[in-house]
T-cell receptor, first 113, second 113 residues
Framework: DGGITQSPKYLFRKEGQNVTLSCEQN?????MYWYRQDPGQGLRLIYY???????QKGDIAEGYSVSREKKESFPLTVTSAQKNPTAFYLC????????????FGPGTRLLVL | KQEVTQIPAALSVPEGENLVLNCSFT??????LQWFRQDPGKGLTSLLL?????REQTSGRLNASLDKSSGRSTLYIAASQPGDSATYLC????????????FGQGTRLTINP
């Protein structure tokens, strides 16, 4: 089955710790995205990547980092600099055609211990 | 800066009713507009995508309209069912190299049996 997978489903972070969220897609999409969702709010763009080895900051990139070493994978690291990391994180991908929708993964919920 | 607003934030109706969800956006320079469905703790599923040159799209009991000049879209759900209970998110696409989705806060819909 084609789709986007995210792991883990739940992640717990201790103070001062960096954590990495996984996102993998087998849709052969060029573009990938990371969003953050807070309760009762829409999604906000953290980072996006149009091609391997290239990525751009979104609206709320501070405290986050990404890499794009393979077309299928776009991991997100939440660093200790992100002071309010508790949120629901969603990964998405899309074809190069701007007329197509973005396809979303099931999400990872990050909680701070 | 593009802003998207959805009203109401929550809506509860009896089963069988027809209903309308509203979405407004501040900048008419959009590539397309999409409506997504999100079940609790899950990712997003695309329901309807309206290109900027189109006025409406239909899928089953769902009909979405777009009035770019006034910055408005509506999602009409006919003969609502308990299975329609979810959060509905509106998003406009702007092009910044890659396609960027700007989301509204969502409308949480409850259909009572």
């Amino acid at each position: 089955d084609g789709g986007i997978t995210q792991s883990p489903k739940y992640l717990f972070r201790k103070e001062g710790q960096n954590v990495t969220l996984s996102c993998e897609q087998n849709l052969n999409h060029d573009a990938m995205y990371w969003y953050r969702q807070d309760p009762g709010q829409g999604l906000r763009l953290i980072y996006y990547s149009q091609i391997v080895n290239d990525f751009q900051k979104g609206d709320i990139a501070e405290g986050y980092s990404v890499s794009r070493e393979k077309k299928e994978s776009f991991p997100l690291t939440v660093t200790s600099a992100q002071k309010n990391p508790t949120a629901f994180y969603l990964c998405a991908s899309s074809p190069e055609d701007y007329g197509e929708t973005q396809y979303f993964g099931p999400g990872t919920r990050l909680l701070v211990l | 800066k593009q802003e998207v607003t959805q009203i109401p934030a929550a809506l509860s109706v009896p089963e069988g009713e027809n209903l309308v969800l509203n979405c407004s956006f501040t900048d008419s320079a959009i590539y397309n507009l999409q409506w997504f469905r999100q079940d609790p703790g899950k990712g997003l599923t695309s329901l309807l995508l309206i290109q900027s040159s189109q006025r409406e799209q239909t899928s089953g009991r769902l009909n979405a309209s777009l009035d770019k000049s006034s910055g408005r879209s509506t999602l009409y759900i006919a003969a609502s069912q308990p299975g329609d209970s979810a959060t509905y998110l509106c998003a406009v696409t702007v092009i910044i190299g890659a396609q960027k989705l700007v989301f509204g806060q969502g409308t949480r819909l409850t259909i009572n049996p």
